[in-house]
């Protein structure tokens, strides 16, 4: 079975007729227990069980369920983070998986349930599903989140926690295995941020075609790297930024931490007086996700930041 999958909107909805979860930055699960025996899948039906061994063991033994949920871990900021499990979500070996889950432990928030002792609830409304999981009693490894019904309070909340988003859900949906369904809406943060550039990407192809920034964040430790920014930089901005940073070059990184290889190598560095604008998806993670160009600050000194 594939998991039913939310639709992107532009607003939260409103209205009696809606809750609302966060939006959980983690791999998605569907966990079915039978006849004793418990298996993972993934979105794409793959059997993932063997990567999450600290998950493998049902909190309600050997009673009969399928469960949808999301498979999370947090990083050093205390975030749900795709990336700290980017390690993990491909384990197919089990004593690499354990050792793993020893050092990245992970929790399985369990939003949905599709099965209870045999009984298919699928065709049943939302509103029955959760009622029936918040009774199952989850805690520890599997935990159920928190329903909410005023959904902008919700998505001000974790804006301002750094959380990914919210998902909106109608209360008289059914369960649609693989649809993408309008009953269901996720809306994700997007934040406006300020960096310093420390280096600049020529084109794949050229040496002098201006096509990436290698942006950091100004730290008591000095600048610190945030990751690599190509999104929303064209011919234009391109033009523009090649000469801003013209006369900026230097021999070595400006970095005050190691630039990873994969963005290091072809670039230029450049002394760290330049700062632009980013829009970013998330706050919080150490590296920027999926980050555009927004535009330069010509009103801001890394010293303002």
Excluded: C
Aim: hydrophobic residues 35%; without cysteine; aromatic residues 6%.
């Amino acid at each position: 079975m594939r998991p039913m999958l939310a639709t992107k909107t532009e607003h939260v909805p409103v209205g009696e007729g809606w809750t609302h979860e966060v939006k959980w930055d983690g791999v998605r699960a569907l966990t079915d227990v039978r006849d004793g025996v418990l298996r993972m899948t993934s979105r794409n039906e793959n059997t993932i069980t063997v990567a999450w061994p600290e998950l493998a063991d049902s909190p309600l033994g050997d009673r009969d369920l399928l469960v949808d949920g999301e498979v999370i871990a947090l990083n050093d900021r205390g975030l749900p983070d795709f990336r700290t499990l980017q390690e993990r979500m491909h384990v197919r070996n089990a004593r690499t998986a354990a050792r793993l889950a020893d050092a990245v432990p992970a929790i399985y928030m369990v939003f949905d349930l599709l099965r209870l002792d045999g009984d298919d609830l699928t065709s049943r409304p939302l509103l029955e599903r959760r009622e029936l999981l918040e009774g199952l009693g989850l805690d520890g490894s599997w935990q159920v989140p928190a329903g909410y019904d005023d959904g902008a309070m919700l998505f001000d909340a974790t804006r301002q926690q750094g959380l990914e988003g919210v998902v909106s859900k109608r209360l008289t949906s059914t369960y649609r295995p693989g649809e993408r369904t309008p009953h269901w809406r996720k809306l994700a943060h997007r934040h406006r941020l300020s960096y310093v550039v420390g280096g600049w990407r020529p084109q794949e192809g050229t040496s002098d075609r201006l096509a990436a920034l290698l942006v950091g964040e100004q730290t008591p430790e000095g600048l610190v790297y945030r990751g690599r920014v190509g999104s929303g930089i064209g011919p234009r901005q391109s033009a523009v930024l090649t000469g801003l940073v013209a006369d900026l070059g230097r021999t070595s990184s400006p970095f005050a931490d190691e630039v990873p290889r994969i963005d290091a190598t072809g670039t230029h560095w450049l002394e760290p007086v330049l700062v632009v604008d980013i829009d970013t998806h998330g706050r919080g993670y150490d590296r920027l996700r999926q980050p555009s160009f927004q535009g330069v600050r010509t009103d801001l000194t890394p010293e303002d930041l």
